[in-house]
């Protein structure tokens, strides 16, 4: 499924080292309590990123057992290709690189550090996400914030053209005509190059989508079924014992990750669970994750996941040799808002999902109750969220919507359009 | 829907009144902040309180004042409710309404900044409880507050939050208010339908929207004073008070300028009066109540209530591009019913019902122009007497649902698919939370082209506020026997 020319996602996992975890999350709150005057990593000379982020993931053990330690994953989304993105990271944020990444197992000593060794260590630690969705795809950033800069100008025209009383008896043609003369000035007068939004076809769409629903059901059904109907039936009896620990949990966690939240009409989540034991979860997963991914990426591939229409990325990385699930997801509004929409609008896909992991509220079949049981289900949310110490966002006015209609006013101005297009066109306005 | 099909057996006799209705017949109101000094005083006195119920009366019995009473997290701690049950209340509650988060989601900065309120900010007398006296004439309620004010082992916290009553229903930016409001299932109304929501959206204890029971405080132990012997939660609710300032003068004059401006009376020449059509676009109804998605064109001369309260109308049939009604409208953003939340429009009624509260706000201040009439009003200058309402709401999830339709919906400048910009009435146009290269505005959608009126300013802050548990009337009896 891999296509390198369309890899738009970076996970890095580096092992913290020895007595080091607490040094480095001073070094990132320092970094992400000012990611845009940030001294030495400067982010907006990183012309390929579109959101990025650090997160300290915790060390976990189980039955008193030490299972992982704790490590520093960096996730970017980014413009590929991909090794053009890595270089830029290596050049321009070398020293900052330098300074986190010297509390990590393995950053090559002084001496041999050069751009090859830290690209070299990136790429050793680089894991692949099992299931990466886009809400704009296809867009490189240049053209998000080049679209809005036009949808600015455009705007501006428009009130001139009210404050000047010059709507008062236009048709909207009228308006139009004059919009698009303006902007082939103003087109004239910049240099900018407006990239293509590239779509596969729909009937591949589909058929692909088909495919894989029919594959899920086959597998699920000769495989997991039974044992699955079985696991669920022991998990519900521990259901309200779950609740109250996830409740307290939630208390002592709500808030420092609330003091991450809500600068912006941009939000970040970073969450991290425990699988459940056993195979059979461990193959559902990736069944599950796998088939929502080729759907994110041939179906949902017009601005929303299921119903929810304010991601912008989302993806779901297994760690420890599969034994924890790491999702992040960058989105517009509320925390609030967004967990209400996975609740009100894609209950069955998440509860599928992290139905496999430890304390999440009791499923039927899988995929049904879970996620429904809306005040239980944001409460295992916020226990289960980890801070995100690190975040950086290339266009942070954006909401998805906002990018997607942008796009639409662009190449509605190279379009033959009738007068009810017309109309339509002008209300993106 | 499974929620409402459980429903029926709630206990109106063991509701505080304020749940069913916000005591219109008795127009005079006054809300008293205290705290505790002396504990068994204060639980004595509690004892012997009477609180207005929920329960039927006949109509020859009306009374002529009522009481229901509210309390602070620190109150419910300091009348020593157990730990169990004190943490099960929910977080907003034991936070506050003032932490640094809270302030975002709230829109409480700049000139609403905690630390310049009335009450209620850091530092501040701390606030136990909120008694909440309503009576049918002003000496009526002095009558009642003479004698609340008796209490023993209670500070009473100034200022004294007194009410008033504008004529013709009015806020005091001159628009019929309190007109679409949600129904509880078992508490309004005892048939589901359009505007009825589970009682459980506002009452503990009882299944909500989704179905569900949600957390609710139990107490360690029992007693025999409360339901099922430890539910110190059911029939309870989250009470949400905040004073805002309305700068009734600076609205119109920023109305009428932009009519001007923008050239509305030529684009909309049959609103005979631009700055009023401005003005009613921000609303979404006319100054009369009449909704703009019936009367897009012109104030409908009337005195049908029909008309005036009519609640009837949807967006995504009857105005789904915001022609008659702007889709960052205010009572669009407060309740955007089957509009935009989801395609189809009964999934999107669906989700805007987990986002409902219940209203029960008055006016203070005396009003700009003594009738209210909105032709003087409109032009009427500013006076520099402090006026606005009393923001008082009930529901079941602060977070889900004041906070959610606050942040999300009011100030969300991203609502309905616009770019910036919050609600034009009482949003918060400030550009901390916004989108910033941007200016915040308010859009007209129009033909040919919409309208965007940019230099909003915030014509609402905030000069007080508190969250409040209201428990049930077996939890009042029950705190004042501990």
């Known amino acids: 499924m891999k296509d390198p020319r369309a890899e738009r996602d970076l996970t890095v996992i580096a092992p913290i080292r020895d007595g080091h975890e607490a040094k480095l999350r001073a070094i990132l709150d320092t970094i992400g309590d000012d990611v845009r005057n940030s001294e030495g990593l400067p982010f907006h000379e990183l012309s390929t990123v579109h959101f990025m982020r650090w997160v300290v993931v915790p060390g976990f053990d189980r039955d008193g057992i030490a299972m992982a330690g704790p490590s520093l994953v960096l996730s970017t989304n980014f413009d590929p290709p991909r090794a053009r993105h890595l270089h830029e990271l290596v050049t321009r944020a070398a020293d900052k690189l330098d300074e986190i990444y010297q509390h990590c197992e393995g950053w090559p000593p002084p001496e041999g550090r050069g751009p090859d060794a830290v690209l070299r260590y990136l790429e050793d630690h680089a894991a692949d996400a099992e299931c990466f969705y886009v809400g704009h795809p296809w867009r490189r950033r240049d053209q998000i914030v080049e679209e809005a800069a036009l949808r600015r100008d455009l705007e501006a025209e428009l009130d001139r053209l009210a404050t000047t009383g010059r709507l008062v008896g236009w048709s909207s043609r009228q308006v139009y005509e004059h919009l698009r003369a303006f902007a082939d000035d103003r087109r004239a007068a910049s240099k900018v190059s407006y990239l293509p939004a590239r779509r596969p076809w729909l009937w591949l769409r589909l058929a692909l989508a088909l495919l894989a629903w029919g594959l899920l059901a086959l597998v699920l059904v000769i495989f997991c079924v039974v044992p699955l109907l079985i696991k669920e039936k022991l998990d519900a009896r521990r259901g309200d014992a779950d609740a109250d620990a996830a409740h307290e949990a939630r208390k002592q966690n709500y808030l420092q990750l609330a003091d991450r939240e809500d600068y912006l009409v941009q939000n970040q989540l970073t969450h991290l669970v425990e699988m459940k034991p056993g195979l059979v979860r461990h193959a559902t997963l990736r069944m599950v994750l796998s088939l929502i991914g080729i759907l994110a990426r041939y179906y949902y591939n017009r601005g929303r996941l299921g119903d929810i229409p304010t991601i912008h990325f989302a993806r779901w990385v297994l760690i420890d040799h599969g034994q924890r699930l790491l999702f992040f997801s960058n989105y517009d509004g509320s925390w609030e808002s967004y967990l209400g929409d996975f609740v009100d609008k894609a209950a069955k896909p998440l509860s599928a999902i992290w139905s496999n992991t430890i304390g999440f509220p009791v499923t039927k079949a899988l995929a049904w109750a879970g996620a429904k049981d809306e005040e239980r289900f944001k409460t295992w949310a916020r226990a289960q969220q980890i801070r995100t110490q690190v975040w950086y966002s290339a266009y942070p006015d954006l909401a998805v919507r906002n990018i997607l209609d942008n796009t639409e006013v662009r190449r509605g101005l190279v379009a033959r359009m009738n007068d009810d297009e017309v109309e339509e066109w002008l209300r993106k306005l | ?482």
Not at chain 2, 83 to 104: F, N, P, V, W, Y
Not at chain 2, 262 to 272: E, I, K, R, S, T
Not at chain 2, 293 to 316: I, K
């Open chain 2, 1 to 482: 829907m499974a929620a409402q099909a459980v429903v029926g057996d709630v206990v109106l006799d063991e509701i505080q009144g304020l749940v069913r209705t916000g005591f219109k017949a008795l127009t005079s109101a006054r809300y008293l902040l205290f705290a505790v000094d002396d504990l068994q005083a204060a639980r004595r006195w509690l004892g012997g309180l009477s609180v207005t119920s929920a329960g039927h009366r006949p109509a020859d019995e009306r009374p002529t004042r009522a009481v229901n009473i509210a309390f602070t997290y620190a109150g419910l701690k300091k009348l020593q409710l157990d730990q169990r049950a004190l943490g099960d209340l929910s977080e907003e509650l034991r936070e506050g309404m003032i932490t640094e988060h809270r302030k975002r989601i709230l829109g409480d900065h700049g000139a609403s900044d905690p630390k310049s309120w009335l009450w209620g900010g850091p530092g501040m007398a701390e606030i136990h409880g909120a008694l909440l006296l309503f009576a049918a004439d002003a000496d009526e309620l002095e009558a009642l507050t003479g004698e609340a004010r008796v209490a023993d082992g209670i500070t009473w916290l100034e200022p004294a939050l007194d009410t008033s009553w504008l004529p013709g229903r009015k806020e005091q930016f001159g628009f019929h208010d309190g007109i679409a409001q949600p129904n509880l299932l078992g508490v309004h109304t005892e048939q589901p339908g359009f505007d009825v929501v589970a009682p459980g959206e506002v009452l503990l204890g009882y299944p909500n929207q989704y179905g569900k029971l949600p957390r609710a405080p139990r107490i360690d132990g029992r007693s025999e004073l409360l339901p099922r012997g430890d539910d110190f939660g059911r029939g309870g609710s989250y009470l949400v008070f905040r004073q805002l300032e309305q700068k009734v003068a600076d609205l119109w004059s920023w109305a009428r300028e932009t009519a001007e401006r923008l050239h509305v009376g030529d684009l909309f020449p049959a609103a005979a009066d631009p700055g009023i059509c401005v003005a009613a676009k921000m609303v979404g109804r006319w100054p009369n109540g009449a909704p703009l998605v019936r009367w897009p064109d012109a104030e409908p001369d009337t005195g049908d209530p029909d008309v005036l309260t009519d609640n009837s109308f949807r967006y995504a049939a009857d105005d789904p591009h915001g022609l008659a009604c702007p889709l960052g409208s205010h009572i669009r953003r407060a309740n955007p019913r089957d509009w935009f939340l989801a395609d189809d429009p009964g999934e999107a009624l669906a989700v805007a019902d987990h986002h409902r509260i219940l209203r029960r706000g008055r006016a203070y201040g005396p009003p700009l122009v003594a009738d209210m009439d909105t032709a003087l009003l409109s032009r009427a200058a500013d006076d520099g007497v402090p006026r606005g309402l009393m923001f008082l709401c009930l529901n079941a999830n602060i977070g889900r649902q004041f906070e959610f339709v606050q942040h999300t919906w009011m100030n969300g400048p991203k609502f309905g698919g616009l770019h910036a910009g919050a609600d034009p009435l009482v949003g918060d146009q400030q550009p901390e939370t916004s989108a910033r290269d941007l200016p915040p505005s308010f859009v007209i959608q129009a033909k040919p082209a919409r309208l965007r009126c940019t230099n909003i300013r915030r014509f609402v802050t905030t000069r007080g506020g508190a969250y409040f548990f209201l428990p049930s009337i077996p939890a009042v009896r029950y705190l004042a026997s501990l």
